[in-house]
């Protein structure tokens, strides 16, 4: 058993999500099975047990000397996501102590979990979802496999409320599939995920025998939102990052879903499930209709449609983070009825980012009855990943405190 002292205490999760902890039981969330669909791990604090899965010997070494954080190893760009270590859950994640078993992650993801009242989380990484953008593919293959097999043996195997959807390294289409033939039967594997700034065409011909693996394994693909800024690219035109953030979380997963549906995937793999995580949900009103207009004056281009976009965008599932705060009081009931986010829109946190959502963002909403917030908070997940309902233990004994007052 770990000893905290009072100054540890201070910066230890439990501490810092007080309030988040408040929340969920004056909510009674005990009652709700509620999944996160997007949460983050920081995987560099593990990055020397990573590195050793690395096969190559060569990148093993380079790996071990340098670092997650050495030339080639991550983003070339950096990052602008932590606010200056504003933020205490993210400046302090380091130093928190943990007991020497199980392994720290899990015990950092539990102890975030049972503050929020997440009862099951589907963790990705942090820095490697820059990998997309490094310049060397050997680098991407080999620490994208070796970051999956360090998750499937070490976290996954050893907790079963931590779930994940693995990292395909999309610059390479044999690799992508080779991942899905190695760990889609593994253990806590709910699916697999593209990074969205992947500039390879999800229409390539090299990627249908991927699609047609994931499904066959009834797996679904994701495809996590990000950015790129500084190069040669549009957003080279920005001069603060609240402008990259604003649109590039967007803009690349709205490509890559135009190009989803007017090459007629959904009609090719009509059984694979789509999700878009981290984009928010103000961009899909606009772009089903934008879609529908330009298919109805050009239906000639998309002979493989056989439905207008939006319907097909109906079928996809979106999660909620970072759901968009507006003064008009009509335009998100609008967005939900447009998307069918009583069967489709996932709830996710984004934890521990500087714009997480917590459950409280969907329980609250005044428009949604009791069903549909069960949906987005924890059922629909659960119908999409197949998933066991697991109940965090300090839920469990919030439900039988509570059924103890409630007994004559």
């Not at 602008?80 to 020497?100: A, C, H, M």
């Not at 976009?309 to 009081?329: F, G, H, I, L």
């Not at 949604?368 to 109940?391: M, Q, S, V």
Request: glycine share 6%; proline share 7%.
């Amino acid at each position: 058993m770990l000893v905290r002292n009072p100054q540890d205490a201070e910066k230890d999760t439990p501490t810092l999500l007080a309030h988040a902890a408040e929340q969920a039981r004056a909510r009674k969330y005990e009652d709700f099975l509620i999944v996160d669909v997007d949460c983050h791990h920081y995987e560099n604090a593990s990055f020397p047990e990573i590195a050793a899965y690395i096969d190559d010997p060569v990148l093993r070494q380079n790996a071990k000397v340098q670092g997650m954080g050495g030339q080639g190893w991550t983003s070339p760009e950096g990052s602008y996501q932590e606010l200056n270590g504003r933020i205490g859950r993210v400046r302090d994640r380091f130093t928190e102590k943990t007991p020497s078993s199980p392994h720290r992650d899990i015990t950092l993801s539990l102890r975030w979990m049972d503050a929020l009242g997440v009862d099951i989380a589907c963790l990705f990484p942090t820095p490697m979802l820059g990998l997309a953008q490094i310049p060397r593919l050997d680098v991407e293959i080999a620490l994208g496999r070796a970051y999956n097999r360090w998750l499937v043996e070490n976290v996954l195997a050893n907790e079963p409320r931590i779930k994940a959807m693995l990292y395909l390294p999309f610059n390479q289409p044999e690799a992508c599939y080779a991942m899905v033939e190695e760990f889609g039967d593994k253990p806590g594997v709910v699916g697999f995920m593209v990074t969205a700034t992947h500039q390879r065409a999800v229409y390539d011909n090299a990627y249908m025998k991927t699609y047609a693996a994931l499904e066959e394994r009834g797996l679904p693909l994701a495809f996590h939102g990000s950015f790129i800024w500084g190069r040669e690219n549009n957003f080279s035109l920005a001069n603060r990052f609240i402008t990259v953030h604003s649109l590039g979380f967007t803009f690349y997963n709205m490509l890559h879903l135009t190009n989803w549906i007017m090459n007629a995937l959904p009609e090719r793999f009509p059984k694979l499930k789509l999700i878009w995580i981290e984009s928010g949900l103000a961009w899909l009103p606009f772009l089903m209709q934008r879609l529908d207009n330009e298919f109805m004056s050009r239906t000639s281009e998309c002979p493989g449609l056989k439905r207008r976009p939006s319907e097909y965008m109906r079928e996809m599932y979106y999660t909620s983070q970072p759901m968009e705060r507006v003064d008009n009081a009509e335009a998100l009931p609008l967005t939900f009825k447009m998307i069918n986010a009583a069967t489709q829109l996932l709830f996710s946190s984004d934890y521990p980012h500087w714009d997480m959502d917590l459950p409280s963002t969907i329980y609250d909403l005044p428009f949604l009855d009791e069903t549909t917030k069960r949906n987005i908070l924890g059922e629909n997940a659960r119908h999409l990943f197949n998933l066991e309902p697991i109940f965090g233990e300090q839920k469990l004994l919030r439900r039988a405190e509570r059924a103890l007052q409630n007994t004559p």
